[in-house]
């Protein structure tokens, strides 16, 4: 597969844009950039493209978070049940048409624009943690492996659970992390990584992580909650706009 210098020359404008994004809110990357270039190309090649940016930014955000051995401890069900769900899902991502891709691809950003737009969630009780966690990793799963983003189902969990702010950025580090590699190896395994792919693919890793850094340092500067709900509703004007490609 060969590439366009212009389409690569947004490529790298578009996960600049993106990872700035997850730097200043903490999550983001896939929505943004999935969502803009399903705009411009094939929607399963604008997934592609992010499998190595999301891997690499994930460890990234990881490694910047501090002390995650406790949010491993208490989130490991939820990142193994979200591992091994994204990793079978992903098998089925190579036979998956075009408008169902669309479609999928739209209701997640949707979804996850419209659960991070609203105001409260019902609680979800200690004692339900563990199915809570069950049945959210197994829906992040089949999203992620289907579509490259898994966050909708795993923020409609945290804004159950009320998590602070400083747990919220180490849980998501965890759970973004335990997606990524499996993703990564799903998607290499069965081919639909090719050479040309994973090249442009491990090229965009630069502009994401330059753009990590932006957004930490606008995180300082800006109103962070303002620029997250303003993305947030690009995010799901881009949504509603895949569903309408999807349906007409």
């Not at 998501?172 to 792919?197: D, E, K, R």
Request: one cysteine or more; proline letters at 4%.
């Amino acid at each position: 597969m060969t590439f366009d210098p212009n389409l690569v020359l947004i490529g790298v404008l578009v996960f600049l844009l993106a990872g700035t994004i997850k730097g200043t809110v903490g999550m983001g990357l896939p929505v943004a950039a999935v969502g803009i270039l399903s705009q411009l190309i094939e929607p399963r090649t604008a997934v592609l493209l992010a499998v190595f940016p999301i891997l690499f930014s994930n460890v990234w955000q990881v490694y910047r978070s501090g002390d995650v051995l406790p949010a491993i401890r208490r989130y490991g069900l939820f990142a193994t049940v979200l591992a091994v769900s994204l990793f079978v899902t992903t098998f089925f991502a190579k036979i998956i048409s075009e408008e169902m891709l669309l479609a999928t691809l739209g209701t997640v950003i949707v979804l996850f624009a419209a659960t991070s737009l609203a105001i409260k969630l019902p609680y979800l009780p200690e004692r339900y943690d563990r199915l809570g966690q069950v049945v959210a990793g197994i829906c992040s799963g089949v999203f992620g492996g289907l579509t490259a983003m898994w966050s909708p189902p795993m923020v409609i969990y945290f804004l159950a659970r009320r998590l602070d702010k400083d747990e919220f950025v180490r849980a998501s580090g965890i759970l973004f992390l335990a997606g990524s590699v499996p993703l990564t190896l799903g998607y290499v395994h069965n081919g639909l990584i090719t050479g040309s792919l994973a090249i442009v693919s491990s090229a965009m890793i630069v502009p994401t992580l330059v753009g990590f850094a932006l957004g930490e340092a606008l995180r300082r500067r800006l109103d962070a909650s303002r620029f997250r709900s303003a993305v947030l509703v690009v995010f799901l004007i881009m949504g509603l706009n895949l569903l309408r490609e999807a349906v007409f």
